[in-house]
């Protein structure tokens, strides 16, 4: 049997209207697009506070199985009427816990929350309303009046990261009257809230609700507070692996930085700075999905703003090495050896960088002698029983594979051992390692490169 899954959240509005429960089979509809990544590359990227996967799972297990009267002796008021109760204690059931604490600041008005809620009616087992039967996080703008107002004012004294139960009176969840037929009038609501994050959003709101010539006129201060809600969305996509989408909000913010005015040199050097982050950042983001003439264009973007700074002479490092500019990008990284010298990530690549370009160089020789005609490399077509043709074609496809950043040429099974012999022969000319076996009842023929 397929699982069931309320389609979206229930917004005070909607009940308010009447509407139908509707249900929605596929649970395919997550968003990960709320997510951090700081402008390191050093260190591993811290992960999220709160993951989104371990937190799609169901909510507390038994709070809704317990009389509403019952609960109520462990809650506290955070109403003056005592009409909205919280419970945020750090319980134990079978030493598991299903309250927790948060930390930092309260949730600040104007910040986009993304949370999991489930909503209970007293003696009813399963939830009328759940994001995590939606299998998604509820994002929204706080303070805008959509929620309920005892879950929004419950919501007020909640941290990132904290779980807790909030317990509503029918005067601030859908009053006498209720909401027929899955409310019945005059019902208290229990909700069970677990806060993932929150972004201070009121400025990318605000900026959002402008029309697209107020946006070209929105005062470089506006824009800031833009950046901040965007890089941060952004980070958090980087550290899920959403790197497409993190290009994506990163280049939206990049874009009005750039076409922004400002009124003086100090503004001026704070969108510089703000720019060299994003920059950087983006020269990350196509280093991890394998763009490395993009991610150079924004390193080189990043040395404009700052020639000295070691993450944009590393990723730029990088990005060459990528593009097979050995020595360019020994140069970069040289530079950023210079100014982090005891980095581990730099000292590595370098090490890498020295490998590659070693066994180029090995290549180079070999073919240098073969130009030359060196006796020791020259191909002698009649010492085989195979015809001239054939020799030069298996020796075009050894070239071609030296070249190449494959390690291994795979042949035809069916090659017959005069042919071998030819493989065999060119394979100890360019000192590749021949091999022919028996694997799983199937003939495997290739040569492999050796290990320098």
Sequence with gaps: MSRMFLQREVSIQDLEKGIEFEVDNDNNNYDSSDETFDDVIYNKDKGFSTD??????????????????????????????GLILKENNVLRENNFPFLKHGYGDSIPDKSVVFLHYDAYLEGQKESFDSTRLRGKPFKFLFGDGNLIPGLEMGIQTMKKGEYSRILVSPRYAFGEMGCPPRIPPNTEILYEVQILNYFAGKDSVEFEELSPEDQKKAPFEKLIGVYHCDSQIANNLFHKGQYKLAIARYCRVKNLLEDVSVANEDDDEKRKGYLLKLYLNLSQCY????????????????????????????????????????????????LAKKYKPY?????????????????????????????????????????FDESPEFVQ??????????????KELIF????IESQLDV???????????????IHNGKKIVKVVKKKL
């Excluded at 490998?355 to 009649?382: P, Y």
């Design 52 to 81: 989104y996967e371990d937190t799609a799972k169901q909510g507390l297990y038994v709070g809704n199985n317990v009389p509403f009267n019952v609960l109520k002796e462990k809650m506290q008021s955070i109403s003056v009427d």
């Design 343 to 383: 980095e581990s990530s730099v000292n590595a690549a370098l090490q890498e960088l020295e490998k590659k370009r070693k066994s180029h160089l090995d290549w180079e020789k070999m073919f240098c002698k073969r130009m030359l005609g060196s006796e020791e490399t020259k191909i002698k077509s009649d010492q």
């Design 412 to 415: 035809p099974p069916s090659y």
């Design 287 to 334: 280093l991890n999905v394998n763009v490395p003439h993009k991610a150079i264009i924004y390193a080189d973007l990043s040395l404009k703003i700052d020639p000295k700074h070691p993450k944009g002479l590393f990723r730029m490092g990088r990005a060459l090495f990528l593009t097979g500019s050995y020595d360019r990008a020994q140069y970069y990284l040289c």
């Design 393 to 406: 074609v298996i020796d075009d496809e050894i070239n071609d594979f030296l070249k190449a950043d494959e």
């Design 423 to 437: 493989v065999k022969s060119l394979a100890t000319t360019y000192d590749l390692a021949f091999v022919s076996k």
